[in-house]
Each structure stands twice: as C-alpha cells, then as structure tokens.
C-alpha cells in the first residue's frame, strides 16, 4: 500500500496524524500535512485507511 497528500487540496486539518501519527506529520512551515512513511506495512495499512477516511477534504490517495 502506498499513500499520498495532495498538498493543493490539504488544508492541514491534521486528522489524517490523529489516526496515523506514523504515517503523517503536519509540516510546520505549510501547515499542511507530510508522508512519514509512503509506502506503509501492513501493521499500519487499517490506520492508513482511517486516516483517509477522516480527511475532510479528501486529500489522502491510497493505492493498493
């Protein structure tokens, strides 16, 4: 599984680091959030899922 941010449609909610601070961060120049990890294992992939999920503003990509 891999996951992406994009960055023009994030408005750096930062519910996507409440469910996977592994995964995500918020950058603190942007504000915006920041892949930790692109590629995730799968211990991590349900909370990958999550934090997509809770994104208001669908800014999270996932692939399979």
Excluded: H, W
């Excluded at 960055?7 to 995500?24: K, R, S």
């Amino acid at each position: 599984m891999k996951v992406s941010v994009d960055l023009e449609t994030c408005q750096g909610y930062a519910n996507c680091v409440l469910e996977a601070d592994a995964i995500f961060d918020i950058d603190d120049d942007t504000g915006k959030a920041v892949v930790l990890r692109e590629t995730v294992p799968d211990d991590l992939a349900e909370s990958a899922r999550a934090a997509a999920a809770s994104c208001p503003v669908d800014a999270i990509t996932i692939e399979e």
